[in-house]
């Protein structure tokens, strides 16, 4: 007997098990109503979704912390299973690796060796990669071994981590003394009224260059030295100038760091006009302290058309030394100072009727008496006495 037409089994294709309509069937044979069914599914779906991406987070989240886990402690370049690489990595691998290097940046740098003046010329071109995090304010400081009291400033430079210096700076080096002397290339992030940052250095020993011809390379810098060189102590004044009157005031405001045991410090303030002594004054004595206080002012008239050449010295000298005795610090500023000096001079300049202070280390006498190359006082021959 065979089935209906419209039957399931006369719809049904051959050869399948399929019925079709078994989901509506089954719906219309549950007891709850189908909006029912239709939120538990969904509630289902958002909770399988959930699991999942909580999954997901979890595993995220591990292997990120194992990653920095193994770049903190340096786990990756240990190859053996000593536990030598675990406490002491290799030390060439630190210094070749690109983080090293990156961390104190790079310094271009010229060199050029004059055999017959025997004299070196360092050429600043240009610093990268300074520190990473924020600008700073660099200048550069270079010295040679050999010279202990010489030394070159660049002006600083503001809010930049890749200074352009463009500066050069000779030494008066023999040949002889060539392959014992070292060039070191310091940079500092410049602060006005606290000490300088350190950003790092660059110690290059001139017995392993060849001065044959003039070189022109990137050097990595490394670490800063952990001491500082001694200094003999720190100045502090300010400077304002106006043009329409011509008047330059000097305010000494204090000092610090200067060496102990001396009897009654004060600070002598010259003025030079053409490489030659013009007017000078002076600061009252502090008794027995290492850093006194002055707050004294003192007012040079000076035309605007001789700004350029006026060089203004600030010396500390001690009341208690000897006659003919040197001081024990001075601070040289104008058109022919350099780095720190020669950029509070133009900040002076550029900011006309308003006080500028700041802090500047003391440099040693000779060092700025062969900078300013002084020459003698202008003297008048008087008339010898009739006898």
């Known amino acids: 007997m065979g089935h209906p ?25 549950t007891p709850w109503p189908r909006w029912a069914l239709i939120a538990g599914a969904l509630a289902a779906g958002v909770l399988v979704v959930s699991c999942l991406l909580c999954a997901a987070c979890c595993c995220c989240r591990h292997h990120r912390k194992k990653r920095r886990g193994k ?19 290799d030390v060439d691998s630190l210094e070749s690796s690109p983080g090293g290097a990156q961390q104190w940046g790079r310094l271009q740098l010229s060199l050029e060796y ?94 392993t260059v060849d001065l044959q011809h003039v070189l022109e ?21 300010s400077l304002r100038y106006v043009p329409s009157s011509g008047r330059l005031t000097v305010v000494v405001l204090e000092a610090r760091g200067l060496r102990p045991g001396l009897a009654e410090p004060y600070v002598k303030v010259q003025l030079m006009l053409n490489q030659r002594k013009w007017k000078k004054r002076r600061t009252a004595s502090r008794k027995g302290t290492a850093a006194p206080y002055f707050n004294e002012a003192f007012t040079f008239l000076v035309p605007f058309s001789q700004v350029q050449n006026v060089d203004l010295v600030l010396a500390v000298w001690d009341r208690g030394l000897p006659l003919r005795a040197e001081p024990v610090g001075k601070v040289h500023l104008g058109a022919r100072a350099s780095g720190q000096p020669l950029q509070h001079w133009a900040d002076m300049l550029a900011h006309a009727q308003r006080p500028i202070a700041q802090w500047h280390p003391l440099q040693p006498a000779r060092e700025v008496d062969h900078v300013l190359a002084l020459q003698p006082r202008l003297r008048l021959h008087l008339p010898l006495p009739h006898s």
């Open 217 to 237: 390379h990137w050097y990595p810098l490394g670490p800063p030295a952990a001491t500082e060189p001694e200094q003999v102590g720190e100045l502090c004044f």
């Open 114 to 207: 004059d055999f017959g003046s025997q004299e070196i010329r360092v050429g600043l071109r240009q610093a990268a990669d300074l520190r990473p995090g924020g600008t700073v304010d660099p200048y550069a400081r270079v010295s040679v071994s050999t010279q202990s009291g010489h030394r070159h400033e660049t002006k600083v430079h503001r809010g930049t981590l890749c200074p352009v210096f463009d500066e050069t700076c000779c030494f008066h080096i023999p040949q002889e003394e060539l392959p014992g002397t070292t060039l070191q290339v310091q940079l500092f992030n410049f602060k006005r009224f606290s000490g300088h940052e350190p950003l790092g250095e660059l110690r290059l020993p001139l017995g």
């Open 71 to 89: 770049e903190v402690v340096g786990l990756g370049s240990a190859c053996g299973t000593t536990t030598t690489h675990l406490v002491q990595p």
């Open 5 to 29: 037409p419209d039957s399931p089994s006369a719809l049904a294709p051959a050869g399948t098990t399929a019925i079709p309509g078994l989901i509506p069937d089954l719906i219309a044979g």
